[in-house]
Antibody, heavy 125, light 109 residues
Framework: QLQLQESGPGLVKPSETLSLTCTVS??????????WGWIRQPPGKGLEWIGS???????YYNPSLKSRVTISVDTSKNQFSLKLSSVTAADTAVYYC?????????????????WGQGTLVTVSS | SSELTQDPAVSVALGQTVRITCQGD??????ASWYQQKPGQAPVLVIY???NRPSGIPDRFSGSSSGNTASLTITGAQAEDEADYYC????????????FGGGTKLTVL
């Protein structure tokens, strides 16, 4: 059974960089069949996509966060990571990592089939 | 980019049928996926593609689509279905799966 687990500091100071890692177990992050994504949810609010990465390192980012986001992959450790710079209180959220099958032009579907449990990151001094 | 619009809240009597909708231009080209989220838990995929349920999802959950609107229907709602429901789809370019609806809070009366 595939499992995803987020890890990283639960408290980050304003203007600093938030760093999280997602460790994948029960499957290979190097599969050509999947992308790996980060999604966040501020307390009491909805889901917001941050970005996604392929095992090759190809990335897609939310345009509203693109200037502050870097997502990277370490296939040797079966992990992918998120860095969000210059954080403010508005970046306080539960951060989830998730997997979705590779999107093809001939297939109209897309879905996140596995999610991590989420980790709360609070931005505060 | 794209936007998906959901009603903030919907209620249904126990055992009755409820439809939760999601509207957006990208839905004219791409299917929505639907997620159930209970308090303190990660979202769970309940419907994807034309009308597919992952293993373990009850068959009272179904999906449909028409024009720019996708719908999640729960036939015979149960108390345990009370949750937030989110739709998700590709952006208008089809390159990423980054568009989420604002969520619908379902109350089972």
């Amino acid at each position: 059974q595939l499992q995803l687990q987020e890890s990283g500091p639960g408290l980050v100071k304003p203007s600093e960089t938030l760093s999280l890692t997602c460790t994948v177990s029960g499957g290979s992050i190097s599969s050509s069949s999947y992308y790996w994504g980060w999604i966040r949810q501020p307390p009491g609010k909805g889901l917001e996509w941050i970005g996604s990465i392929y095992y090759s390192g190809s990335t897609y980012y939310n345009p509203s966060l693109k200037s502050r986001v870097t997502i990277s992959v370490d296939t040797s450790k079966n992990q992918f990571s998120l860095k969000l710079s210059s954080v403010t209180a508005a970046d306080t959220a539960v951060y989830y990592c998730a997997r979705h099958p590779t999107l093809y032009y001939y297939d109209s579907s897309g879905y996140y089939d596995y999610w991590g449990q989420g980790t709360l990151v609070t931005v505060s001094s | 980019s794209s936007e998906l619009t959901q009603d903030p809240a919907v209620s249904v009597a126990l055992g009755q049928t409820v439809r939760i909708t999601c509207q957006g231009d990208s839905l004219r080209s791409y299917y929505a996926s639907w997620y159930q989220q209970k308090p303190g838990q990660a979202p769970v995929l309940v419907i994807y593609g034309k009308n597919n349920r992952p293993s373990g999802i009850p068959d009272r959950f179904s999906g449909s689509s028409s024009g720019n609107t996708a719908s999640l229907t729960i036939t015979g709602a149960q108390a345990e279905d009370e949750a937030d429901y989110y739709c998700n789809s590709r952006d208008s370019s089809g390159n990423h799966l980054g568009v989420f609806g604002g969520g619908t809070k379902l109350t089972v009366l």
